[in-house]
Nanobody, 125 residues
Framework: QVRLEESGGGLVQAGGSLRLSCAVS????????MGWFRQAPGKERELVAGLEWSGDSTYYADSVKGRFTMSGDNARNAVSLQMNNVNAEDTAVYYC??????????????????WGQGTRVTVSS
C-alpha cells in the first residue's frame, strides 16, 4: 500500500523559512509525478509545486515561484518543499500527492492517486 506522510509544518514568521517533507512508502516516489498542494480556509486546493518522475523538471505556481523549491531524495524515498521568504498567503494545510506516470507529471488534483494527511503551515506577521 502506498502511503504518503507529510511533516515539518508549524508556525513561522513572515520572511522566514520552513521545510516540509513527504515520506513515501510502498513505492518509489520516482514512480510518480509528485506534487505539493495547499488549501487555505475558504479556498480551493491548489497545486503549488510538482516534481517530474525523473526529478529533472519542476513546476511552480506563480505565487510561489522563486520562493519555494521542490526536490526529491532517492535515498530516503522522500520529497521536500523548501519554503523561503514566506508570507501570510502561504498559510494553509499542505498536502503531498502522487500522480501515476503518464503524459503529464503535474495537473489537477483529481489526477493524483495518493495523498498524505496534510501538515499545517501558519505564517505570522
Amino acid at each position: 500500500q502506498v502511503r504518503l506522510e507529510e511533516s515539518g509544518g508549524g508556525l513561522v514568521q513572515a520572511g522566514g523559512s520552513l521545510r516540509l517533507s513527504c515520506a513515501v512508502s510502498g513505492r518509489s516516489f520516482s514512480d510518480f509525478g509528485m506534487g505539493w498542494f495547499r488549501q487555505a480556509p475558504g479556498k480551493e486546493r491548489e497545486l503549488v509545486a510538482g516534481l517530474e518522475w525523473s526529478g529533472d523538471s519542476t513546476y511552480y505556481a506563480d505565487s510561489v515561484k522563486g520562493r519555494f523549491t521542490m526536490s526529491g531524495d532517492n535515498a530516503r524515498n522522500a520529497v521536500s518543499l523548501q519554503m523561503n521568504n514566506v508570507n501570510a498567503e502561504d498559510t494553509a494545510v499542505y498536502y503531498c500527492a502522487a500522480k501515476s506516470h503518464g503524459v503529464t507529471w503535474y495537473g489537477p488534483e483529481d489526477e493524483y492517486d495518493y495523498w498524505g494527511q496534510g501538515t499545517r503551515v501558519t505564517v505570522s506577521s
